[in-house]
């Protein structure tokens, strides 16, 4: 097989989605309140991009109550990246894992986030130069579909995601993620404000601004109420950096031939 065909045959077998969790990742978990789980800190790997060092609020009221918080990478350096939040209280599911990873972080979340002060995160220039993603999870205590607003101040979408289930049930989901998360996760895109397609988190692209502004918006089917668990802004991969995986991937399975 000449290199080039394997390059493409590789791309459109999912190494694309290798690059995109190899890349660098700013991940934030809500720790939650009150409600009747444990909600705490993610002290593992955990999310639809699964990488470890995530930031966590820690339990309490009011967001951060004034000056914005510093955030550490996946590879748990300084990002360059702060955080700023406001909101009435924070909530919890009914679960009760304790293992710092995945279900631990689908448990703690901002509660009544629409109609709120929105969450503002500065960017890194090295994520900016080469473009971000941005994943917004949720599972909460009742069933609806809940909606989010992500503007970068370049770009501006709304973006919806059902939870079809009660208290706790939207983690984990089966089947696969059309967007190539980890299992457990399925991604959403929909744009129908009353969509009872289920998934766990919401998936903004194209995003390249200094500044990104969330802000939860009502659904329109169940309980329309927004209530975001956790967020993820993963680095897109530079086109070289990408080749490079592409290339070493290509190598291992002319290796492998002979």
């Known amino acids: 097989m000449k290199l080039n065909k394997l390059i493409i045959a590789l791309a459109s077998c999912g190494s694309l989605v290798v690059g995109v969790n190899a890349a660098s990742t700013i991940s934030l978990n809500f720790d939650g309140q009150d409600g009747v789980g444990t909600p705490g800190a993610v002290t593992g790997v955990a999310g639809a991009v699964p990488v470890g060092n995530w930031n966590n609020t820690g339990t309490g009221n009011g967001g951060n109550v004034g000056a914005a918080v510093a955030l550490v990478d996946s590879s748990g350096a300084a990002s ?19 293992s710092g990873g995945d279900a631990q972080m689908m448990q703690g979340y901002l509660d009544n986030f629409h109609d709120r002060d929105a969450i503002e995160v500065t960017i890194p220039g090295s994520f900016q130069a080469s473009g971000y993603e941005l994943r917004i999870y949720h599972n909460t205590d009742s069933a609806g579909t809940m909606g989010f607003t992500v503007s970068d101040g370049l770009i501006t979408n709304t973006h919806y995601s059902h939870q079809a289930g009660g208290n706790g049930t939207n983690f984990p989901l089966a089947g696969a993620d059309p967007f190539g998360g980890a299992a457990g996760y399925i991604g959403s895109q929909d744009t129908n404000a009353g969509t009872t397609t289920p998934s766990n988190y919401t998936l903004f692209t194209g995003l390249s601004g200094d500044t990104l502004t969330i802000a939860g918006v009502r659904g329109a089917a169940g309980d ?8 993820q802004i993963t680095q897109v991969p530079e086109p070289t950096s990408m080749l490079l995986v592409l290339l070493g991937a290509a190598g291992v399975f002319v290796r492998r031939r002979r």
């Open 80 to 98: 360059g990246a702060t955080v700023s939040w406001n909101v009435a209280n924070h909530w919890s599911t009914n679960g009760g894992d304790s």
């Open 224 to 231: 329309t109420r927004s209530r975001p668990n956790a967020f």
